[in-house]
């Protein structure tokens, strides 16, 4: 892949804190980005685009550093190899991300990324609204996601899947790059993203691949949806599997059959995972600390909470805090 972006240069300096606040700015925030054995000297260069729903950004600099969510804005990332080698981790997991591995990263994740020292590393940065995953993997099922969609870490580019998303991001920045003022309409850029993001959905392992097997699905059957409503209307509060199942005038094995059956988890799980996602859009968006946050989401066991906190999103709620 030749250089790209080349009209769109944010920073090229050889102090590297330059680099950091690009990247910052260029991502609006929605990631802290720190140096992970010092400020490392060398030429630090990015250029960048920002839109609406994402932003990309083409990344050349020997700096090793750490990649957080940070602020109430939800995003994705996908990172690709240019030129060179990057020793990659997030979650435990490790790739190297070079021209046949990129690297998917899911919200609220932190990832390491180390350059390699032999030859020059260059790679792009693609951001990409959560609200836009979401509503890409509605118009493939026919409803919402109910937790969020976690992507598989490594991305094998030298699949068909892997290639053909590759070549879309290609073709967003061919766009950006041509000068035509035609790309640069927001209606366009959004199109070209929506397929990036399907192509990603359908070549990427993620957490709820099995729901795009069979395509669109018809819609819920009256008693699940009375168990859905019901849990809406009363996730403050104690809800037991006895009560959605009473909502939903049905036994309790039949609406964990259903629940199993149409939106791939239990009942409890489901509640557990709908009061986990409130729980961290209120952890950054307001200043209650987490405590009271969890019991007004009808969390009695803290500690637990924390466990349940820190598996679904791979950070504590404390570290969740400090962000905001």
């Not at 990309?56 to 995003?75: I, T």
């Not at 020793?87 to 591995?101: I, K, P």
């Not at 991001?169 to 950006?176: K, N």
Request: charged fraction near 20%; aromatic fraction near 6%.
């Amino acid at each position: 892949m030749p250089a790209p972006l080349r009209n769109f240069l944010i920073t090229k300096s050889p102090n590297p804190v330059d680099l950091l606040n690009a990247t910052t700015r260029l991502f609006g925030g929605s990631i802290a980005t720190s140096p992970l054995d010092g400020l490392r000297k060398g030429d630090h260069e990015l250029r960048g685009v920002a839109a609406r729903d994402f932003a990309v950004g083409y990344f050349a600099s020997p700096l090793d550093v750490r990649v957080s969510s940070a602020g109430g804005r939800s995003s994705y990332f996908v990172n690709i190899g240019v030129s060179g080698a990057i020793a990659a981790s997030c979650g435990g997991l490790n790739t190297l991300l070079d021209t046949t591995t990129a690297g998917v990263v899911n919200p609220g994740d932190t990832q390491e990324l180390r350059p390699a020292r032999l030859t020059p590393s260059r790679f792009l940065g693609l951001r990409i609204d959560a609200a836009l995953v979401d509503q890409e993997f509605t118009a493939l099922t026919g409803r919402p996601p109910v937790s969020t969609v976690r992507f598989g870490f490594a991305l094998d580019l030298a699949r068909p899947k892997g290639r053909a998303v590759l070549l879309l991001i290609r073709s967003l920045l061919e766009q950006l790059d041509s000068g035509d003022p035609l790309f640069q309409r927001p209606e366009l850029q959004r199109s070209q993203l929506r397929c990036i993001v399907t192509a990603l959905l359908l070549a990427q392992p993620h957490s709820h691949t099995g729901e795009l097997r069979d395509g669109p699905q018809p819609g819920h059957p009256r008693s699940l949806r009375a168990a859905l409503a019901f849990i809406e209307a009363n996730l403050t509060e104690h809800i037991a599997l006895g009560d959605i199942a009473k909502a939903a005038d049905c036994a309790p094995r039949t609406i964990s059959s259903a629940f199993r059956h149409r939106l791939g988890l239990s009942p409890m799980s489901y509640v557990r995972s709908l009061r986990l996602d409130r729980i961290r859009q209120d952890i950054l968006n307001t200043t209650d600390n987490v405590g009271t946050i969890a019991y007004r989401w009808g969390i009695s066991h803290l500690g637990r909470f924390a466990g349940d906190y820190h598996s679904r999103f791979n950070e504590l709620p404390s570290d969740t805090a400090v962000r905001r």
